[in-house]
């Protein structure tokens, strides 16, 4: 297999094992304040902000790793976010997709995060070919009744067989997976997120996108 490495390793994701201060009588600061607190180091004066999921789990990982804990930090537009919270120190290898969603075909790179390793590289035609070849097709078939909903299955199908194909090859899990950079057109990208805005605005003059193209990393 032909793995290469990138030029300048600036991950979208990257994992922390920290050791973070247990409560006391005299110091009675909430898990979330704690773990910002432990953060400083890494972060500086900027404060991260919690996904949904990481924050209902943090009270459980702090305790059953014994206040050792391994985050998961993506920085998106210079915004810490931290984004998966485990217990302990994780051993695990932090890993990410870089994704090209065509029209007509699907590229995808599984990524080692910490060397910036390519793994491997895998290319699928786009499900959505039965909806139509081009762009104009798709566009059309969205403003159908659950036609969005059928764009998005399939472009999902192609993902994840791609997926599949990359861990299964590599012998990781999907669980490895930390980060997902995705590029494509307009109509691609909304297909994707299943943005019915998108896909409405861009078959009228001027066609202007829902999401900023940084939002859909």
Same mark, same amino acid.
């Given at each position: ?9 600036? =991950? ?9 201060? =247990? ?10 304040? +704690? ?10 004066? +900027? ?21 050792? *804990? ?5 920085? *998106? ?23 090209? *969603?065509?029209?007509?075909?699907? !590229? ?28 104009? !097709? ?6 159908? +009744? /659950? ?15 791609? *997926? ?20 494509? /057109? ?9 943005? +019915? ?14 999401? =900023? ?5």
């Amino acid at each position: 297999m032909n793995r290469r490495k990138m030029s300048a390793l600036d =991950p979208l994701a990257r994992q922390l094992t920290l050791s973070v201060e =247990p409560p006391s009588l005299a110091d009675t600061a909430s898990d979330r304040e +704690r773990l910002v607190r432990a953060l400083r180091p890494h972060l500086g004066d +900027r404060t991260p902000a919690f996904a949904l999921n990481a924050l209902r789990g943090l009270g459980h990982a702090m305790r059953s790793g014994d206040w050792q *804990v391994t985050v998961t930090l993506a920085d *998106v537009d210079d915004q810490p976010w931290i984004v998966h919270i485990e217990p302990g120190a994780v051993t695990e290898r932090c890993l990410g997709l870089a994704v090209d *969603v065509g029209t007509t075909t699907i !590229s995808m790179e599984l990524v080692d995060l910490v060397t910036g390793e390519v793994l491997g590289t895998r290319l699928a035609y786009n499900d959505q070919r039965r909806f139509g070849a081009d762009i104009t !097709s798709r566009l059309m078939h969205a403003e159908k +009744r /659950n036609g969005l909903a059928e764009l998005h299955a399939a472009v999902l199908t192609t993902l994840n067989g791609l *997926v599949d194909e990359l861990t299964g090859a590599i012998g990781v899990t999907r669980q490895m997976i930390r980060a997902i950079a995705c590029a494509g /057109n307009t109509t691609m990208r909304a297909s994707v997120t299943r943005c +019915r805005s998108s896909t409405s605005t861009c078959s009228i003059r001027p066609a202007r996108p829902c999401l =900023p193209r940084h939002h859909c990393r």
